[in-house]
């Protein structure tokens, strides 16, 4: 996994897409320093902090699909042969390097709203530390997910622009169905209103994306194997 996640961080520059990419993480980074001005205090409620966490999940999706998908990224994941890094390896390095990314992109636009805050009301004000906690927890593992859920995207779809493109119309169909359910059902938000029940539901949601994400790694390795038996076929 080591020779993976070097791979990685020395295509990190290309993997971000360049100067276009920072300023990007740069510009919504700027847009989030106001919402404080609006939301005043009211951004430390939990159900704006879990919105929040949804960018990492954008972040570390679109990541995972470039990682994955790259016409570079794909010859050499078939050109590897038995020397290379076995499949495993390469799912646990690349879902590594993909979240690490989704957390520290979260964690930049967290930060500038917090500053933003900080700076609007004279003042630091932050979450109760267990809320921040379960909110770190939370964050990672819907990186996870998102970056397996995007790799196996990435290995079924030819181009990596396709991939992108179901990975955000999957990222929008669970979003808008998030809405819709928090109209019909608003008792399925109240639960997220108060910090002890934040901590259970939190906690609950990561441990049922871990599992999710654990499934679609098995999935992105089926597909490997399947490819690579392909290959052998057909050289």
Same mark, same amino acid.
């Given at each position: 996994?080591?020779?993976?996640?070097?791979?990685?961080?020395?295509?990190?520059?290309?993997?971000?897409?360049?100067?276009?990419?920072?300023?990007?993480?740069? *510009?919504?980074? !700027?847009?989030?320093?106001?919402? &404080?001005?609006?939301?005043?205090?009211?951004?430390?409620?939990?159900?704006? +902090?879990?919105?929040?966490?949804?960018?990492?999940?954008?972040?570390?999706?679109?990541?995972? $699909?470039?990682?994955? *998908?790259?016409?570079?990224?794909?010859?050499?994941?078939?050109?590897?042969?038995?020397?290379?890094?076995?499949? $495993?390896?390469?799912?646990?390095?690349?879902?590594? %390097?993909?979240?690490?990314?989704?957390?520290?992109?979260?964690?930049?636009?967290?930060?500038?709203?917090? @500053?933003?805050? !900080?700076?609007?009301?004279?003042?630091?004000?932050? &979450?109760?530390?267990?809320?921040?906690?379960? +909110?770190?927890?939370?964050? %990672?593992?819907?990186?996870?997910? *998102?970056?397996?859920? *995007? #790799?196996?995207?990435?290995?079924?779809?030819?181009?990596?622009?396709? @991939?992108?493109?179901?990975?955000?119309?999957?990222?929008?169909? /669970?979003?808008?169905?998030?809405?819709?359910?928090?109209?019909?059902? &608003?008792?399925?938000?109240? &639960?997220?209103?108060? #910090?002890?029940?934040?901590?259970?539901?939190?906690?609950?949601? !990561?441990?049922?994306?871990?599992?999710? #994400?654990? /499934?679609?790694?098995?999935?992105? /390795?089926?597909?490997? #194997?399947?490819?690579? $038996?392909? +290959?052998?076929?057909?050289?």
């Amino acid at each position: 996994m080591r020779t993976v996640v070097a791979l990685e961080f020395s295509q990190l520059w290309h993997r971000l897409g360049g100067v276009r990419g920072l300023l990007m993480l740069a *510009a919504l980074a !700027a847009m989030g320093t106001l919402l &404080p001005m609006r939301l005043g205090p009211a951004l430390l409620d939990p159900v704006y +902090l879990l919105a929040y966490s949804l960018l990492a999940a954008i972040f570390a999706g679109t990541y995972s $699909i470039q990682s994955w *998908a790259g016409a570079d990224e794909k010859a050499w994941l078939e050109s590897r042969g038995d020397e290379g890094p076995a499949d $495993i390896d390469v799912l646990q390095g690349k879902t590594l %390097v993909a979240s690490v990314y989704g957390v520290a992109s979260w964690l930049l636009i967290l930060g500038a709203s917090l @500053a933003s805050l !900080a700076s609007a009301m004279w003042g630091l004000l932050l &979450p109760p530390v267990g809320v921040m906690a379960c +909110l770190v927890v939370f964050t %990672v593992a819907v990186s996870a997910l *998102a970056s397996t859920s *995007a #790799a196996a995207l990435a290995v079924r779809f030819e181009t990596a622009s396709m @991939a992108r493109q179901m990975f955000r119309l999957g990222l929008f169909f /669970l979003l808008l169905m998030g809405v819709m359910l928090s109209r019909v059902f &608003p008792s399925m938000v109240r &639960p997220l209103e108060s #910090a002890d029940s934040f901590v259970v539901v939190s906690t609950g949601a !990561a441990v049922a994306m871990g599992a999710l #994400a654990a /499934l679609m790694g098995r999935t992105v /390795l089926r597909c490997l #194997a399947d490819r690579r $038996i392909s +290959l052998s076929i057909n050289p």
